[in-house]
């Protein structure tokens, strides 16, 4: 078995790194610069403390505010459409995954001949065409790290993955300042996002020596430090730590995969739009509880990093522990354990079960295979 990992090329972390994106640009030699971001980051003044430091810089730039959460492909085209337009040597994405995402698909798409339907239907045809520098707003997306692009299908009611190597990001900048004031509620979605991210990824048929390390010390931080950076916003080393353990998240994803959490959670966005890092929460416990028997050894090996005052329990008790840990961290950061309160009845159960069957991108790096029996009862712990 031959296996490898992916990474950006280079990234710099620590409160104040921000700093580095002036370094980036000398480095660079970059004269016209486009920021992707949304207004959100423009309203909490994040988008000033970069474009200070691009006019510190002396580099020209184009601002683009128009990206939204959970964008159809038509959006983000529609964004990209814009960028062309535009000179530019260098893109910097701040903000979510959403924001990351669509930076990453312009770098690849600018003065292309192919278009993001074409992406969708064949990713080995995006080349990079300009460079880029990812810097996170929340903490959890791990799209900094990652070679892969989320885009909503609306006549499919569901999402799709670009996944190709050419998008994986040049530089990332994790600077905690970034997510100082992030919102409980975002503190909390994206951080068990990012824990889905490491826990999946450890427990994916195509989990190796390359990505375990990454998503072991991504769990080490983020079991340890999401509920301290969710109930005390001000512990800045909390959100440091998030921020890395997102970062690791992404990282074992290019090397690993997720699984049926992220599978399944596709059409709850899709349909539903129910933001990504909600519908995995909603669905993660659960679908661990359902893959126990087949990776019960590697969640009681996550278990020993995580939690080593658990070392004398057996392998079923650790497994037991870590799941359990899953769903309190749900619980305590108040994100729903159900979906009624997005509408979602026992009449969709039929199309949830049919598109997250779909979903085999996911679905086949499971440590379990899941038949539509498996994945209608799934939901249906979800489902009132």
């Known amino acids: 078995m031959s296996y490898q990992v992916k990474i950006p090329s280079c990234a710099f972390g620590g409160v104040g790194s921000i700093e580095k994106v002036k370094e980036v640009i000398k480095k660079e030699k970059s004269q016209k610069v486009v920021v992707f971001s949304d207004e959100g980051i423009k309203a909490t003044g994040l988008l000033g403390i970069l474009t200070a430091r691009l006019d510190e810089a002396g580099v020209q730039y184009h601002v683009f505010t128009d990206c939204k959460p959970e964008p159809t492909y038509g959006q983000v085209e529609a964004v990209v459409d814009m960028v062309q337009g535009q000179e530019c040597d260098l893109i910097i994405g701040l903000g979510g995954g959403s924001v990351m995402d669509a930076a990453k698909l312009a770098s690849v798409l600018k003065g292309a001949s192919y278009t993001i339907k074409d992406l969708m239907n064949d990713p080995t045809l995006a080349e990079k065409k300009v460079k880029t520098v990812m810097i996170p707003t929340t903490c ?69 020596p390359f990505s375990d390390p990454y998503a072991v010390e991504g769990a080490k931080l983020i079991f ?25 998240g992404g990282i074992a994803i290019t090397g690993s995969g997720t699984t049926a959490v992220h599978a399944l959670s596709y059409p709850l966005g899709g349909k539903f739009h129910i933001a990504h890092g909600v519908s995995n929460a909603i669905l993660f416990a659960h679908v661990m509880e359902f893959n126990k028997d087949a990776c019960q050894d590697r969640l009681a090996a996550l278990c020993d990093a995580v939690y080593p005052t658990y070392a004398e329990k057996s392998v079923e008790e650790k497994a037991d522990y870590i799941i359990s840990q899953i769903a309190d961290i749900v619980k305590v950061t108040n ?40 994945i209608r009862n799934i939901y249906l712990k979800v489902v009132k």
């Open 140 to 208: 959890g997306t791990g799209s900094e790290a990652t070679c892969n692009a989320i885009v909503a299908v609306p006549e499919e009611k569901s999402k799709k993955g670009i996944v190709n190597d050419n998008m994986i990001p040049d530089y990332v900048i994790l600077d905690a300042q970034m997510i100082a004031k992030l919102p409980k509620s975002i503190v909390a979605a994206t951080g068990v996002d990012a824990l889905a991210h490491v826990v999946e990824c450890y427990t994916s048929k195509k989990a190796t």
């Open 335 to 374: 994100i729903p354990t159900d979906l009624t309160q997005y509408g979602v009845t026992m009449n969709d159960l039929d199309f949830l079960v049919t598109a997250g069957s779909q979903q085999q991108r996911l679905l086949v790096n499971n440590m379990k295979e899941l038949s539509l029996d498996d």
């Open 224 to 248: 340890r430090n999401i509920r301290e950076a969710y109930n005390n916003p001000d512990n800045m080393e909390a959100k440091n730590n998030m921020l890395l353990g997102a970062y690791y």
